[in-house]
């Protein structure tokens, strides 16, 4: 894709978050950039895009350094992935949010890395929600998210300022009780919601999205 159909589809997604806010609430659209190349980035960049996600630990590093050597320091990395504990060390110096958190052993080591790099800055983190109790991906089952919610927020070094799901293909219906799910455990309009990929944003923005996280719409198919 060359330069001129990418900001394209960039603005195309603007345009659709412009319509279904236009009450004023406020979605952070985080550019998913797996696989996506440097120059890509760098000319949403140019466009004002600060928030980008990625999956794989050294893709974020590689392209963070990269970036930061032409002199782009200002991008607000979100890591979208499976976390693996022994490369936390290396993600924590380029990393702004974690959507994916995934068990309370990984909070841990998470939070103790944390407190070894930044002592005083708390990292945010959200809480990936298994809400079909599929095998095939990791979150928290509804069921336990009480007990373990409650161990990862003792933590000094985290903190928990959502949720995030990835539902099944046409669950829509996961976003409202994503939605619903947070008022057992976040003060009204208090937790951030991080649902909602290219196929699905405009129905998880209706249901009450605060970051979306957009990559084919944006970017086009991967290899």
Same mark, same amino acid.
């Given at each position: 894709?060359?330069?001129?159909?990418?900001?394209?589809?960039?603005?195309?997604?603007?345009?659709?978050?412009?319509?279904?806010?236009?009450?004023?609430?406020?979605?952070?659209?985080?550019?998913?950039?797996?696989?996506?190349?440097?120059?890509?980035?760098?000319?949403?960049?140019?466009?004002?895009?600060?928030?980008?996600?990625?999956?794989?630990?050294?893709?974020?590093?590689?392209?963070?350094?990269?970036?930061?050597?032409?002199?782009?320091?200002?991008?607000?990395?979100?890591?979208?992935?499976?976390?693996?504990?022994?490369?936390?060390?290396?993600?924590?110096?380029?990393?702004?949010?974690?959507?994916?958190?995934?068990?309370?052993?990984?909070?841990?080591?998470?939070?103790?890395?944390?407190?070894?790099?930044?002592?005083?800055?708390?990292?945010?983190?959200?809480?990936?929600?298994?809400?079909?109790?599929? +095998?095939?991906?990791? #979150?928290?089952?509804?069921?336990?998210?009480? =007990? /373990? %919610?409650?161990?990862? *927020?003792?933590?000094?070094?985290?903190?928990?300022?959502?949720?995030?799901?990835?539902?099944?293909?046409?669950?829509?219906?996961?976003?409202?009780?994503?939605?619903?799910?947070?008022?057992?455990?976040?003060?009204?309009?208090?937790?951030?919601?991080?649902?909602?990929?290219?196929?699905?944003?405009?129905? +998880?923005?209706?249901? #009450?999205?605060?970051?979306?996280?957009?990559? =084919? /719409? %944006?970017?086009?198919? *991967?290899?």
């Amino acid at each position: 894709m060359n330069k001129e159909q990418l900001l394209e589809k960039y603005y195309e997604v603007q345009t659709k978050i412009s319509s279904l806010t236009e009450d004023g609430n406020q979605v952070n659209l985080i550019a998913v950039s797996k696989l996506k190349s440097v120059e890509e980035i760098e000319a949403l960049y140019q466009e004002g895009q600060r928030d980008f996600g990625e999956n794989y630990t050294q893709d974020l590093i590689e392209k963070a350094k990269e970036l930061e050597a032409k002199g782009i320091k200002d991008i607000r990395w979100h890591f979208l992935g499976k976390l693996q504990t022994n490369k936390i060390k290396s993600l924590l110096s380029h990393v702004y949010q974690i959507h994916s958190l995934d068990s309370v052993r990984t909070a841990i080591i998470l939070s103790k890395k944390r407190h070894a790099q930044a002592p005083d800055e708390p990292l945010e983190v959200f809480l990936q929600i298994n809400l079909d109790d599929e +095998a095939t991906k990791n #979150g928290f089952s509804p069921e336990e998210l009480t =007990t /373990a %919610i409650e161990e990862i *927020r003792q933590l000094e070094n985290l903190f928990v300022i959502g949720f995030m799901c990835i539902p099944k293909v046409g669950n829509t219906a996961a976003f409202v009780a994503l939605k619903t799910l947070t008022e057992n455990y976040f003060e009204k309009d208090e937790a951030r919601l991080s649902m909602g990929m290219s196929a699905d944003y405009e129905d +998880a923005i209706r249901a #009450g999205a605060t970051d979306i996280r957009v990559g =084919t /719409a %944006i970017f086009g198919e *991967r290899n």
